[in-house]
C-alpha cells in the first residue's frame, strides 16, 4: 500500500482553513493534516481546534503547532495549504519553495499576473527577484481551464470566490467568440456574509447585515483584475459589483453579456456542454431552468445556467457556488488531488 500525502494547513481556524481541514479528514489518500499557526496567532491561546471548535474534540483533539520549516521537513510534509492574510501568504510562499514544499495558496498573493492589478494589493516584497519568478511560475488553480498545467506546479493560487463564479460563466463564451465585447459585460455578485473572512467588521455585524442587502466596492473589488486577466478582458470591458447577502454561505452571480449575432439558446448551451464535458465540477442547466444558491450549498460544484433573450442576442448567465467549497477549500483539494495524481473528486463527492 502506497504512502499517504502528508500535507499541512495554516489557517485552519479561519472559515476556509475550517472547510478545508474538516475535506482533508476525510480524504482517503491524505494523513491527518498538520495544523499550524504562527506566532502572531498565539495571542488567542488556542493549542488545539478544539479549543475553538468544540466539534473537533474528539480522537485527541487537533493540535496547533507552531510554523516551522524544519518541522514540516522532518514530519515529511509535502503540500503546504496557506488559508492566510494575502501579505502572509506573500512572504511565507518564498520560504516554503525554499525548504522544498509545494503550496496551495487560498489567498489573492500570487493569483495575478499583471501589475496594474496586483497593485490593488500593495505587497512589498523582500526579494523582489524571487518574488516577481514566484508570480511568473504560479498557476492560477482553476482546474477547469488549467489542469494541463496545475499537476507539474510548485504554487497553486486557488481562485477568489466571486472570480471562479464568473470566470466559469463567460469562459466558454469568450472562447467561442460569441460575446459582443465592445457591448460591455456586466457581473452582479452575491456572497453571504462568510465570504468577508472570520474577522468581524462593522459591515458584517448582525446588525448590519441582518434584512439588508448592500453593494460594496464598486470598481475596485480585487477579483476584478483576476476576471481581466484569466478571461483576457480589458477592466473597461466588464463590470462588477459585489453584494453582501444576509445568509451565512454561498455566492449567485448574474450575468449580462450581448452576442456578436443573433444565436439560439441550444447553440448556447452546445458551447457550455463541450467546454465543460468531462469536468465533474460543473453542472450546465438546461434553459431556462436556473440554478439557485441553495444547490450547490456545501458542495464543490459550480451550476450555470442561462436565459436568451427572444432577439437571440441578450444573455443573462447565472452562476451560483458555495463560496467556501469551490470558491476556496474544495477547489484547494481538487487542486491538491490534481497534483498528486489522486481522482479529481477525491474527498469531495
Known sequence: MSAKLKAAVLGATGYSGLELTRILLRHPEVEKPVLLKRSADSGNGAANLADMFPAFSGNGGYPLQPLSWESLKKQGVELLFLATPHEVSRALVPEAVANGIRVVDLSGAWRLKQEQHRAIYEFKDEDTATAADLTEKAVYGLPELNSDKIPGATVIANPGCYATTVILGLAPLLQAGLVDREKGIVADSKSGVSGAGKEP??????????????????????????????????????????????????????????LKQPTTAAEIEKVYRDFYKGKKFVRVFQSPKLPEIHFSLHTNYCDLGFCLAPDGQRLVIVSCEDNLIKGAAGQAVQNMNLMYGFAEEQGLL
Do not use: C, K, W
Open 201 to 258: 467588521t462593522s459591515r458584517t455585524h448582525f446588525v448590519s447585515v441582518a434584512d439588508n442587502l448592500s453593494a460594496y466596492g464598486v470598481f475596485t473589488h480585487r477579483h476584478l483584475g483576476e476576471m481581466a486577466e484569466q478571461l483576457q478582458l480589458s477592466t473597461s470591458e466588464i463590470t462588477f459589483t459585489p453584494h453582501l447577502l444576509p445568509i451565512p454561505r454561498g455566492i449567485l452571480s448574474t450575468i449580462y453579456a450581448r
